[in-house]
């Protein structure tokens, strides 16, 4: 699985984290600007709201991820740490997820990176899961797109590979296939479960389903193929956004 970082990843990430074995996160790949890596949605009682990141990009042309550093004359730890108290002090599981959240937003970033990778951390024990990360920028495989990823499943010994939907124009899958590793295509359906207010709201944080259901919010993730909760199938796998 090779996936960008991103702050407060949503649902959809961490079943792909789920259901693989290896997870790399792709950290030396080109910032997007305005995409999720310092960013992501929480619902409030007046609806979806962000939490972003500031970052300094002024002067960088187009800076891999693990460079992007955290602006620090921005108050936005403690604006974070006031709007998920907030969003969330009558949720169920407040006092079981906040504080393990608010112990990194307490913590000096200098850099992005390290910040999500805390996060992450953070938030895969709060789901009962094992860490099973790698970052790229470790692995010294060169390469670029395709030939990037089949080299880390070639450095990983990857039998097969899970990719999400949105690589369909333009993953090689015959590439694949050449090395002896099979494509999974995720498929992602996002599962409903209970929220504050009567309808339904999509594309959260994952925060949010912890939130309101703390050590269920594992087994909720995993109806997202079936319609029910199962084991997932493990996989030696790869996977890209």
């Known amino acids: 699985m090779v996936l960008q970082p991103s702050y407060l990843p949503w649902l959809g990430f961490f079943d792909q984290y789920d259901w693989s074995d290896v997870f790399v996160l792709y950290d030396d790949v080109q910032y997007d600007k305005n995409g999720w890596r310092n960013r992501n949605r929480i619902l409030t009682a007046n609806g979806p709201a962000w939490l972003t990141v500031p970052v300094r990009l002024a002067g960088q042309d187009f800076p891999p991820i693990l460079e992007v550093a955290i602006d620090p004359t921005k108050d936005w730890r403690r604006k974070h740490r006031i709007s998920l108290e907030q969003a969330y002090a009558k949720a169920p599981f407040f006092s079981t997820v906040f504080p393990a959240l608010a112990g990194v937003l307490e913590q000096d970033w200098e850099f992005l990176i390290d910040l999500d990778l805390a996060m992450l951390r953070a938030l895969v ?64 359906v996002h599962p409903e479960y209970r929220q504050r207010g009567p309808d339904f709201v999509p594309y959260m944080s994952v925060v949010d389903l912890l939130f309101h259901h703390g050590p269920e919010s594992r087994a909720i993730l995993r109806r997202t193929h079936t319609g029910a909760s199962q084991e997932p199938k493990p996989l030696h796998t790869l996977e890209v956004d």
């Open 125 to 188: 024990d709060l789901l009962g899961m094992p860490w099973k990360v790698r970052r790229s920028s470790k692995l010294g495989v060169p390469g670029q797109k395709t030939a990037r990823l089949i080299g880390l499943c070639e450095k990983l010994g990857a039998t097969e590979y899970l990719t999400g939907d949105a690589a369909r124009s333009y993953l090689d899958e015959s590439a694949f296939q050449d090395l002896g590793v099979k494509v999974h295509w995720h498929g992602y």
